[in-house]
């Protein structure tokens, strides 16, 4: 569909005047190819981007601002809360909204029937009860639209939605078939990073009928972040990994090695300190009577065995090692949930326990450094290598190219 989204913005957006009018919108200038309005495409969706033609045209605060208020030269109410500016005209009758479903006081029907014109605030533009007070209307209907978001769903709503069902009518018209799909607005993000395909986080600002303040919902995909066995503290909004991207999803522009590296030491010097079930990442011990030959004298494993049997061989081998342990903790079997992480021993670098149950008395010391590499250094390299940043290696320093630039 990325194809079918280029043509639209390249070649017609600009020749609408129809919609341009019926948008209220201005000065509308065309869009140059090469410029990105499809940010990622995929088999069933496709992420289009509306930035350019925000940029594109003016749309902002046509109709709510003084001078186009004060020559309005017909009855007409505004559908909104009372505006911060002051509207001089005699042909203004006043202002009308809902609350809870009703019209917040008894003349505003009457003043909404008696007008030419409505003037509605672009928030009330998917609500449900407003278009119902709207229904059967014999004036003119117009949306102001004061920010991007409210902007995007007018596109939406008055052009984009019907614009790929019919190009969907038309490529399944081409082989002879009726068109099942059907494309419509799920969300809104801001900005999203993209790693590669199928994997990208975005900073959400709308999905399916709620608005979300900026910098509130960062929703990722095929990342790190939202796999089974992330540790809790990388999951963390204020301490881990969300905490970095906040950063980078507050300043698009301005972003820099610098700044980040400050954030992951600062994530380091807090990681060390933090409980050991937040920092332990957790997996599953399947088929370890298969997999496991010996645990008691010594460590023997089928070839091929899992690292998470492994882990928790090398706890039961301990405790096998300490048994006046043994009515206090309880040798790992098929089918049990591990926590594990990297630790500083000669018999085996990963070590498990159970949630809740780590076994200090016997337990191997943590292997921070690498630990804090597997868990949260690695997620954070894909995304800042992506961003043309340089990794940041095990010591929180980087190796910066003197050729590039950086």
Same mark, same amino acid.
């Given at each position: 569909?990325?194809?079918?989204?280029?043509?639209?913005?390249?070649?017609?957006?600009?020749?609408?005047?129809?919609?341009?009018?019926?948008?209220?919108?201005?000065?509308?200038?065309?869009?140059?190819?090469?410029?990105?309005?499809?940010? %990622?495409?995929?088999?069933?969706?496709?992420?289009?981007?509306?930035?350019?033609?925000?940029?594109?045209?003016?749309?902002?605060?046509?109709?709510?601002?003084?001078?186009?208020?004060?020559?309005?030269?017909?009855?007409?109410?505004?559908?909104?809360?009372?505006?911060?500016?002051?509207?001089?005209?005699?042909?203004?009758?006043?202002?009308?909204?809902?609350?809870?479903?009703?019209?917040?006081?008894?003349?505003?029907?009457?003043?909404?029937?008696?007008?030419?014109?409505?003037?509605?605030?672009?928030?009330?533009?998917?609500?449900?009860?407003?278009?119902?007070?709207?229904?059967? %209307?014999?004036?003119?209907?117009?949306?102001?639209?004061?920010?991007?978001?409210?902007?995007?769903?007018?596109?939406?709503? #008055?052009?984009?939605?019907?614009?790929?069902?019919?190009?969907?009518?038309?490529?399944?018209?081409?082989?002879?078939?009726?068109?099942?799909?059907?494309?419509?607005?799920?969300?809104?993000?801001?900005?999203?990073?993209?790693?590669?395909?199928?994997?990208?986080?975005?900073?959400?600002?709308?999905?399916?009928?709620?608005? %979300?303040?900026?910098?509130?919902?960062?929703?990722?995909?095929?990342?790190?972040?939202?796999?089974?066995?992330?540790?809790?503290?990388?999951?963390?909004?204020?301490?881990?990994?969300?905490?970095?991207?906040?950063?980078?999803?507050?300043?698009?522009?301005?972003?820099?090695?610098?700044?980040?590296?400050?954030?992951?030491?600062?994530?380091?010097?807090?990681?060390?300190?933090?409980?050991?079930?937040?920092?332990?990442?957790?997996?599953?011990?399947?088929?370890?009577?298969?997999?496991?030959?010996?645990?008691?004298?010594?460590?023997?494993?089928?070839?091929?065995?899992?690292?998470?049997?492994?882990?928790?061989?090398?706890?039961?081998?301990?405790?096998?090692?300490?048994?006046?342990?043994?009515?206090?903790?309880?040798?790992?079997?098929?089918?049990?949930?591990?926590?594990?992480?990297?630790?500083?021993?000669?018999?085996?670098?990963? #070590?498990?326990?159970?949630?809740?149950?780590?076994?200090?008395?016997?337990?191997?010391?943590?292997?921070?450094?690498?630990?804090?590499?597997?868990?949260?250094?690695?997620?954070?390299?894909?995304?800042?290598?992506?961003?043309?940043?340089?990794?940041?290696?095990?010591?929180?320093?980087?190796?910066?190219?003197?050729?590039?630039?950086?």
């Amino acid at each position: 569909m990325s194809d079918v989204n280029e043509k639209y913005w390249y070649t017609m957006w600009h020749t609408e005047t129809n919609l341009h009018q019926k948008m209220r919108i201005k000065n509308v200038k065309p869009i140059p190819e090469g410029t990105t309005v499809s940010v %990622y495409g995929d088999t069933d969706s496709i992420f289009v981007g509306f930035k350019p033609a925000i940029d594109s045209c003016d749309w902002k605060n046509q109709l709510f601002n003084e001078d186009v208020l004060s020559k309005i030269p017909h009855p007409f109410v505004i559908f909104s809360t009372d505006l911060d500016i002051e509207v001089n005209n005699p042909n203004f009758l006043g202002y009308v909204n809902i609350k809870d479903g009703q019209w917040i006081d008894e003349d505003m029907e009457d003043k909404l029937s008696q007008s030419k014109i409505a003037l509605v605030d672009g928030h009330y533009l998917k609500d449900r009860v407003a278009n119902e007070k709207l229904e059967g %209307y014999k004036g003119n209907v117009s949306y102001n639209w004061k920010d991007e978001l409210e902007f995007i769903h007018g596109l939406d709503h #008055f052009r984009i939605e019907q614009y790929f069902k019919d190009e969907l009518d038309k490529h399944g018209n081409s082989y002879g078939v009726k068109n099942i799909q059907d494309f419509e607005l799920e969300k809104i993000a801001e900005s999203i990073i993209n790693l590669e395909k199928k994997k990208y986080i975005q900073h959400i600002n709308w999905e399916d009928g709620i608005d %979300y303040k900026r910098l509130d919902y960062f929703q990722p995909k095929g990342v790190e972040l939202v796999r089974s066995s992330t540790p809790v503290f990388a999951r963390n909004k204020e301490r881990g990994i969300p905490k970095l991207i906040k950063y980078l999803f507050s300043n698009p522009d301005s972003f820099n090695i610098k700044e980040l590296l400050g954030i992951v030491k600062e994530m380091r010097r807090e990681f060390e300190v933090a409980d050991i079930d937040e920092i332990s990442m957790q997996s599953s011990c399947s088929n370890y009577s298969e997999k496991v030959i010996n645990d008691k004298e010594k460590m023997e494993f089928v070839t091929g065995t899992h690292f998470g049997v492994k882990a928790a061989a090398f706890h039961n081998h301990l405790l096998h090692k300490n048994p006046e342990f043994q009515n206090k903790y309880e040798l790992f079997k098929s089918g049990d949930k591990i926590k594990y992480y990297y630790c500083k021993s000669q018999d085996n670098k990963i #070590f498990a326990y159970r949630r809740g149950e780590h076994p200090i008395e016997f337990a191997p010391e943590v292997d921070y450094d690498m630990q804090f590499q597997k868990s949260i250094l690695s997620p954070i390299n894909s995304i800042s290598i992506k961003l043309g940043m340089p990794e940041i290696t095990k010591r929180l320093s980087v190796v910066m190219d003197i050729f590039s630039g950086v």
